[in-house]
């Protein structure tokens, strides 16, 4: 690069290009994204690590954690480049009582914030928009060790940031996702890696747990809608529970752990299911003459909405915004290209 050009760059008389971009922060060692804006300091969230995970296990929190990071950072640099404040976390404070059922606990909170968000008792049909968009959560979506369900991190000034394993189908995405709003709900301010399985031992993970479930699933529409089902066919058999969890778009698991904690169902229901093979074609074949389609997408709508914009303007480019958000630039291409253009719309005058 010739002095004048350079000289010109640091004086602030020309731009620089995404290629020039690119090169500079390969010369320098860095992300791209960190030479975009320099008014935002990279977010180190604080890591609350397990005692007891074993080496391997210890190993995949670390990669998580640092994964969720630096996508918070991204995220948080994405959003000062397009001048927008870092959203409010919409969520009531909940403070889990050491006396009192949980179960009550969780269910009670679960019915509170679908009141609070107008959403109802129905199944919520896109969880990661509601997330982003009613909540003030960031929600990312990338590929995980495949035994951890997601990590979710709260601060008190940047807001809460959830990261789900994109390895996992969606409908098991949803239950991690609605666990990682109860740990919102609690306000841990702490960066926290959750494994796929795993039996928590502290009361607040029990809560999130039954909060994530019951807020997903309620009892009260789960009665009706099993009822419904029961009525519609005369029974109530293993093909009716597939299609409540499709209903729900929660897991086998899941929908069969819920109506089994409602005493709909006896205990160890599931473990039998899973000893006769009951699994995931069942699930897929009841879906699809439910005509349900798929959901893997590898943007949130939230992210999709701001990559969007920053690319529509020119202050990203596609190799820029994967680079970023640490995503496949084929999907990041063809994610713009399905976007609706903006391209001779009409203008509205809109009061504010």
């Keep these: 690069m010739a002095r004048t050009t350079l000289v010109a760059i640091e004086a602030g008389k020309r731009a620089v290009s995404s290629q020039e971009l690119r090169q500079f922060a390969e010369l320098y060692d860095v992300p791209e994204s960190e030479l975009v804006n320099d008014d935002v300091v990279p977010l180190e969230l604080e890591v609350e690590f397990r005692s007891s995970a074993t080496e391997s296990q210890a190993a995949d ?7 969720l990071n ?24 909940v403070v889990v009582s050491k006396a009192g059922s949980l179960d009550r606990q969780a269910e009670d909170a679960a019915l509170q914030l679908r009141s609070r968000l107008g959403i109802g008792l129905g199944p919520i049909q896109n969880l990661s928009a509601l997330m982003e968009f009613e909540m003030g959560l960031r929600v990312f979506e990338r590929p995980l060790p495949s035994k951890i369900s997601g990590a979710v991190a709260f601060d008190e000034k940047v807001g809460g940031f959830v990261l789900l394993n994109s390895r996992h189908p969606p409908y ?13 709900l609690t306000r841990q301010t702490s960066l926290v890696v959750h494994f796929d399985g795993e039996l928590h031992q502290s009361r607040t993970e029990r809560f999130c747990d039954l909060f994530g479930i019951a807020f997903l699933a309620p009892a009260t529409a789960v009665r009706r809608k099993a009822k419904e089902l029961k009525d519609l066919f005369a029974q109530f ?5 597939l299609m409540m969890a499709v209903f729900f778009n929660i897991s ?6 819920r109506l089994e904690s409602l005493d709909m169902l006896p205990q160890g229901t599931f473990d039998t299911l899973k000893k006769q093979g009951v699994g995931l074609d069942h699930r897929r074949r009841v879906a699809e003459e439910m005509s349900v389609p798929d959901e893997n997408q590898p943007f949130t709508p939230r992210a999709l909405l701001l990559a969007g914009v920053a690319y529509e303007r020119e202050l990203l480019s596609e190799q820029q915004i994967a680079s970023m958000l ?7 291409r063809r994610a713009l290209e399905e976007r609706d253009g ?11």
């Design 342 to 352: 903006h391209a001779g719309e009409v203008v509205l005058d809109l009061v504010e």
């Design 237 to 241: 058999s293993v093909r009716q529970l």
């Design 70 to 93: 630096r996508l918070a950072s991204s995220a948080l640099q994405l959003e000062a480049l397009l001048g927008q404040t870092a959203p409010r976390v919409d969520l009531p404070a």
């Design 61 to 67: 929190e670390v990669q998580v954690a640092s994964i």
């Design 252 to 257: 086998i698991e899941a929908m069969t752990r």
């Design 326 to 332: 640490e995503l496949n630039l084929v999907d990041v």
């Design 172 to 184: 098991r995405r949803r239950v991690t996702g609605a666990h990682e709003v109860g740990h919102a």
